[in-house]
């Protein structure tokens, strides 16, 4: 199963995993699933750091913890850019836009605890 985490999932995974729900950490372990890690996730995480304490503990080298679990970089095209931006608006948070519209392109399953994000024509997993 392709997977590409939301950016709590990524914060959890490395800092705090017992915070995830076992099927999630299962998953994640699983050798037979592509977990993916979106670029965006690393913006989001940098934009935020300065104001959130549990962000400041992640190592500044973002590749580290990625590289660690043996999870795979997502760059963004313009296709993901366009259609994040082709998204309903009723859900306004760009960082999840544009992790719905990669999931989307790339047949991925977007694991986060987001309720909201099936809305958004997503499969979400947790």
Known sequence: M?????????????????????????ALRDPANQVLVSAASAYEIEYKRPRDPELQRLPSDLAIVVDRQQFTWLDISWEDARDA?????H???????LLVA????????????DRTLPSLGVSTFW
């Open 2 to 26: 392709k997977l590409l985490l939301d950016t709590h999932v990524l914060v959890r995974s490395a800092i705090a995993s017992r915070a995830l729900p076992m099927r999630v950490l299962d």
């Open 85 to 89: 931006g082709l998204l309903p608006r």
């Open 91 to 97: 859900h306004r948070d760009p960082f999840d836009r």
């Open 102 to 113: 990669q999931a989307q392109r790339h047949g991925a399953t977007l694991v986060s605890a």
